[in-house]
């Protein structure tokens, strides 16, 4: 076994009587860049707390290296999740300062570093000494990245990690992501709902829908399965027979299905007279988990 | 646990310099208003009531540590059994410093001659390195301090309902303390403070309890 493979297995978790994760399965191996896509209240804080030990789960387990995680310092140390930060904090606002995130940071994370930190911070134009309470919304993302970035953590875990960034801010930050990647080779799992921007960066994609995970597979492949074949309502049918249609939009006789499938079945649809298109990741997507809201 | 212990110890160097300096600020008033001379004023009401404010003081900073703290550190990978021994020890630093500190400002008023009022008596009471329930006062005040943030952080009400007990029995514990420190070996006082001193050690057992299970299923938010 890899030593440094994150498994969770047959992991259940209920919030009272609504279950949020149900029986899932999910191998993180090392090396990679993971995107975690999904709707709002798919889980997906859930189930990264999950595996970071700072949820509970009420079955199933989480290992690294084939260790549990679960109050295992060994295992904890290599993990890094950096959460969204709140401007308030139980019964109030949150008046810790960035200096107090960041010196706390520096005790627990046995690699980090400073040095990174400190660049980071006048990088960000951060002041250490400002509340996160008197924060922008990206502003705390920014503070966000830089508590992952600088961890060094093994397995560095974002969530929402552009939230609140503007479109340069954005650019910046997954450009430091893809650099600290090419040097340190580390594992990151990044939560985002801006999913087309990131897209490029993800090596691999996970999609979680209501608790269970729909996919987990090469960004590049996973596209490459998914299409929209338009034309004449009788040819798109014809050409969709053993395919799997995701969803259908019609005007008049014009329709444009979203189809998943390859191979022979798709190189009929080629040879046919349909337009046939690639999807991008934010559609594919929409069309997995969808639901039809979309339409 | 070191770590968790470094965590903690950063924020208790402020607290209890804030303590400190909150003392340090009560006696030069008292001193500079003419307390020691029998002045009736704000500083002797603070001066009197100094082991009073120190419960409360413990009581906030515990919760502190309960809530925001705890979030912080189990954020960034604290083990929750390091985090709750840690804490026991800052609860004893706490304790310790408080007591300390109790036994120097019951000491002030005989040291410099201060005029005798009822008051000092009071807060001779619960002074002295060798009145251990004021110490023990301290930690369960802090104990249900903390189950209190714990608490809070699950349910606002149940949280507010722990504050007010709290609130209500540092009082108590700190009048308890006052009647009966003089209380004679085999007299009713001396049985009902010893009762009493029982009932702290309970509460604060059970308090304990209740932490380590909650923090145990903690969940970081």
């Known amino acids: ?295 | 646990m070191v770590r968790s212990l470094k965590y903690l110890l950063r924020s208790a160097w402020v607290s209890l310099g804030a303590m400190l300096a909150f003392a340090a600020i009560v006696t030069a008033g008292a001193c500079l208003t003419g307390v020691p001379q029998g002045a009736n004023n704000i500083f002797r009401t603070y001066f009197g009531c100094f082991p009073l404010l120190t419960l409360l003081m413990l009581f906030l900073y515990t919760y502190g540590l309960c809530t925001s703290d705890l979030n912080l550190a189990l954020s960034f990978g604290a083990r929750r059994r390091d985090y709750f021994l840690a804490l026991q020890l800052i609860l004893l630093l706490y304790a310790g410093v408080s007591w300390a500190l109790q036994t120097v400002m019951s000491a002030i008023p005989d040291l410099f001659g201060w005029t005798s009022v009822d008051r000092w008596s009071f807060l001779m009471s619960l002074g002295g390195l060798t009145n251990w329930r004021y110490p023990l006062a301290c930690l369960t005040i802090m104990a249900l301090g903390c189950l209190c943030g714990l608490l809070y952080t699950r349910s606002r009400a149940w949280g507010i309902v722990v504050m007010v007990l709290a609130i209500l029995g540092g009082i108590a514990a700190t009048t308890v303390l006052l009647l009966f420190a003089d209380a004679r070996p085999g007299s009713p006082g001396s049985l009902v403070a010893a009762a009493l001193t029982c009932g702290a050690v309970a509460v604060t057992a059970v308090c304990e309890l209740l932490i380590w299970r909650t923090v145990n299923r903690y969940i970081v938010r």
């Not at chain 1, 904890?76 to 960041?102: A, M, W």
């Not at chain 1, 706390?104 to 570093?113: H, K, Q, T």
Request: one cysteine or more.
């Open chain 1, 1 to 295: 076994m890899n030593p440094d493979v994150l498994r969770a297995e047959g992991v259940c978790k209920s919030y009272g009587k609504k279950e949020v994760l149900h029986d899932l399965d999910l191998t993180i191996q090392p090396g990679k860049i993971y995107g975690l896509i999904g709707r709002n209240g798919a889980g997906k804080t859930t189930l990264l707390g999950i595996l970071t030990a700072q949820n509970t789960l009420d079955s199933g387990a989480v290992t690294y290296g084939g260790q549990p995680v679960w109050e295992n310092q060994a295992a904890l140390d290599h993990i890094c999740f950096s959460r969204e930060l709140q401007p308030t904090l139980f019964t109030g606002p949150n008046n810790l300062k960035v200096k107090h995130y960041l010196k706390s940071a520096a005790i627990y994370y046995p690699n980090w570093d400073q040095e990174y930190a400190d660049r980071l911070l006048a990088g960000f134009k951060l002041e250490p000494k400002k509340k996160i309470c008197q924060l922008s919304k990206g502003q705390m993302s920014m503070v966000t990245i830089l508590i992952a970035l600088a961890s060094r953590a093994p397995i560095t875990i974002l969530d929402e990690p552009a939230a609140g960034l503007d479109v340069v801010m954005r650019e910046r930050f997954y450009q430091l992501l893809l650099e600290d990647y090419a040097q340190t080779n580390r594992t990151f799992i990044v939560s985002t709902h801006i999913i087309e921007e990131a897209a490029s960066v993800f090596e691999q994609v996970i999609i979680l829908d209501e608790g269970r995970i729909l996919e987990n597979s090469p960004t590049d492949e996973l596209i490459s399965q998914f299409h929209y074949i338009s034309g004449r309502e009788d040819i798109v049918d014809q050409v969709c027979r053993g395919l799997e249609v995701l969803s259908v939009q019609q005007m008049g006789r014009h329709k444009t299905a979203a189809v998943r499938g390859s191979g022979v079945k798709l190189e009929a649809a080629l040879s046919a007279d349909v337009d046939v298109s690639p999807m991008n990741l934010q559609n594919v997507f929409v069309a997995l988990c969808g639901h039809g809201d979309a339409q």
